[in-house]
């Protein structure tokens, strides 16, 4: 009997590392799956365009090349998941969790960042013109050489950011003024 409740709990907590084959069939056919686990689910080099994930459990995720323009991922934890090359071009992050995300030379452009914890991200390279990062956590989060042009960062936290060879033009910082340095 004890063998029995000892297999049964080992097989019940792997449940916990991945994703529910449930919930990856119900967003293959709806293209919508609120409060989803799709955690650590593979997704790269994938169309996910106009799809409804708000609120879903995307943790460590593969996401790489993936095409979400247009996604809603509202409240959605991305904490880990490799976004690496991914479009998210207008999606709606926010209150997204994407704490220690690979965001590597993702297109952001248009996003809705506002209130999103990106704490520890790597945002190199990523192309964040005219987004909303208001309210945003970008603590210990690496933005080197990205596009940051038009960007508003009102009462975004910066904390330990990386910065270096960010472009800034007509961006809103935290502290309320607008950088006008527009250098080409």
């Given amino acids: 009997m004890k063998k029995l409740i000892l297999i049964s709990a080992l097989l019940f907590s792997f449940n916990g590392w991945a994703y529910s084959e449930t919930d990856l069939a119900k967003y293959k056919v709806l293209n919508s799956c609120k409060g989803c686990d799709l955690s650590s689910a593979d997704f790269r080099n994938t169309d996910l365009m106009f799809g409804n994930l708000s609120g879903a459990n995307l943790v460590f995720a593969n996401l790489s090349g993936t095409f979400l323009a247009f996604t809603d991922l509202r409240n959605t934890d991305l904490s880990g998941a490799n976004l690496r090359n991914a479009n998210l071009s207008d999606v709606n992050l926010n209150n ?88 080409e």
């Fill in 96 to 183: 997204a969790n994407l704490t220690q995300a690979n965001l590597t030379d993702v297109w952001l452009r248009y996003a809705n960042l506002s209130g999103a914890n990106l704490s520890g991200a790597n945002l190199t390279g990523a192309n964040l013109e005219s987004a909303d990062l208001g309210n945003a956590n970008l603590n210990y989060a690496n933005l080197s050489n990205a596009n940051l042009r038009g960007l508003n960062f009102t009462a975004t936290t910066l904390y330990n950011a990386k910065l270096d060879g960010a472009k800034f033009c007509k961006t809103q910082m935290p502290w309320g003024e607008v950088n006008d340095d527009c250098e």
